[in-house]
């Protein structure tokens, strides 16, 4: 199958052209008109070197709110609350700190100073959103995504203490609970979001929700 390569018109192949590991697309620019209509389509860009690569896996890695779950060693820290909470309050700190962390297997970072300025803009329109961790005054884990009607997007996490991130996504993904999100966009599998109740739905599936939860 062909890879797409995008120009300025602001438009995307159909999702069902992807690879089967989820590339479509290549190229364009990172405006906040195209990542929205990208995360609308279930699309996200992924970055490869220097090149913008856009991506929409099937099937996909989601969280439905109510079905989070909350082992019993990570109940009593919910519970004593050791660490403090917040939202939106960093957001800029939080994607920096994303950026710099280092990870498994992972030779670099997706998130360049293109990606970070872009994503700090969408935080600006009110989009792009956060949640910290902080002990004693020192941020120590979060992370961020994208919102968009009953749908959100996680992005990426990060934590310096541990618990520290899973701290920030249980509090998080019960807040947006409360607030009326119902899917959690996680992506790609991991076993840690899967240990927190993610699964696999089909790429049809997927569409579907998108179509229905967003306006």
């Keep these: 199958m062909p890879l797409f390569v995008l120009d ?10 992807a690879e089967p590991d989820g590339l479509l697309a290549m190229g364009g620019d990172l405006s906040s008109e195209r990542l929205l209509l990208a995360y ?17 896996p099937h099937p996909r890695f989601v969280l439905y709110p109510e079905e989070l779950k909350i082992s019993k060693s990570i109940k009593p820290l919910l519970n004593k609350n050791e660490f403090e ?5 960093a957001f800029a700190q939080v994607i920096h700190h994303c950026k710099k962390t280092k990870r498994p297997g992972q030779d670099g970072t997706w998130i360049t100073d293109e990606v970070e300025k872009a994503y700090c803009k969408l935080h600006e329109l009110g ?18 995504g994208i919102k ?15 618990n520290a991130s899973r701290f920030a996504f ?11 999100i119902e899917l959690i966009d996680c992506q790609v599998y991991t076993e840690y979001l899967e ?16 179509k229905k939860l967003i306006p």
């Design 8 to 17: 300025k018109e602001l438009t995307f192949p159909p999702v069902h052209l």
């Design 40 to 56: 609308r389509s279930g699309i996200f860009p992924w970055y490869e070197g220097d090149t913008i690569l856009w991506w929409c």
């Design 85 to 89: 909470f917040t939202t939106n309050k």
């Design 127 to 144: 989009y792009a959103h956060s949640a910290e961790v902080w002990k004693e005054g020192k941020l120590i884990g979060g992370l961020y």
């Design 148 to 162: 968009l009607g009953k749908v959100f997007f996680g992005e990426s996490m990060f934590s310096t203490m541990s």
């Design 170 to 180: 249980i509090k998080y993904v019960l807040q947006l609970k409360s607030e009326g």
């Design 195 to 210: 240990s927190l109740g993610a699964r696999m739905i089909s790429g049809a599936e997927f569409d579907t929700l998108l």
